[in-house]
């Protein structure tokens, strides 16, 4: 089993930035990929950063490179998501997840999930 916790998520004006965590326990060994995906109201979960847990590739979505970027750091099993220059359209959950598929981008790669941490930008 393994246990996703985020936190971070938070109320920040447009252009502002925010840091998410998400602590992870757990069966570490079977986790190949750590990913964000968020959702907004009545819309699909979206991928938005994944990275591999042991190398450090990593992949995004189109519309948050060269804003967020993805890191973790291993000796404290904890991933992060660093969200500069936020926009309105960025507000969501946002929910980190571990899937034993490399670099996934979908939904259904991911076999654990957090309970999501609120992120609102406002105008």
């Known amino acids: 089993q393994v246990h996703l916790v985020e936190s971070g998520g938070g109320l920040v004006q447009a252009g502002g930035s925010l840091r998410l965590s998400c602590a992870h326990s757990g069966r570490r060994f079977s986790t190949t990929t750590m990913g964000w995906f968020r959702q907004a109201p009545g819309k699909e979960r979206e991928f938005v950063a994944a990275?591999?847990?042991?190398?450090?590739?990593?992949v995004y979505a189109d519309s948050v490179k060269g804003r967020f970027t993805i890191s973790r750091d291993n000796p404290k099993n904890t991933l992060y998501l660093q969200m500069n220059d936020l926009k309105v359209d960025d507000t969501a959950v946002y929910y980190c997840a571990a899937s034993q598929v490399t670099l996934s981008i979908v939904a259904a790669g991911y076999d654990y999930w957090g309970q999501g941490t609120q992120v609102a930008v406002s105008s």
């Open positions: 990275i591999s847990w042991i190398l450090d590739n990593t």
